[in-house]
């Protein structure tokens, strides 16, 4: 069984950093993609940033250049480290593993999400 734990939200100023993590256990977390995604109040859930299981990163446009995932396969963790925070990156911060079955359906799994408050 699958499970994701996000660590590292908080309160921080503006221009502040924080950085997040996300323990998988139950997989071979070396050949999932990852992925974390952000819910602003009153807003749909997107997507930050995703790092494949061979390293290839991609952004969304409003955190690129600010915001770095990063992953280290041996301690089955993934990280997204967040610079320059401004108000509009406020909202609850999930990690995301998507798996791939042999018939190529997509499986979607979720940690609980972990709170990031930017306040000016």
């Known amino acids: 069984q699958v499970q994701l734990v996000e660590s590292g939200g908080g309160l921080v100023q503006v221009g502040g950093s924080l950085r997040l993590s996300c323990a998988a256990s139950?997989?071979?977390?070396?050949?999932?993609?990852m992925n974390w995604y952000r819910q602003a109040p009153g807003k749909q859930r997107e997507l930050v940033a995703g790092?494949?299981?061979?390293?290839?990163?991609n952004y969304a446009d409003p955190v690129k250049g600010r915001f770095t995932i990063s992953r280290d396969n041996a301690k089955k963790t993934v990280y997204l480290q967040m610079n320059s925070l401004n108000s509009e990156d406020t909202g609850v911060y999930y990690c995301?593993?998507?798996?791939?079955?042999?018939?190529?359906?997509?499986?979607?799994?979720w940690g609980q999400g972990t709170q990031v408050t930017v306040s000016s």
């Open positions: 790092i494949s299981s061979g390293g290839r990163t």
């Open positions: 995301n593993l998507v798996k791939y079955d042999s018939s190529g359906t997509r499986y979607d799994y």
């Open positions: 139950g997989t071979i977390f070396s050949l999932n993609a």
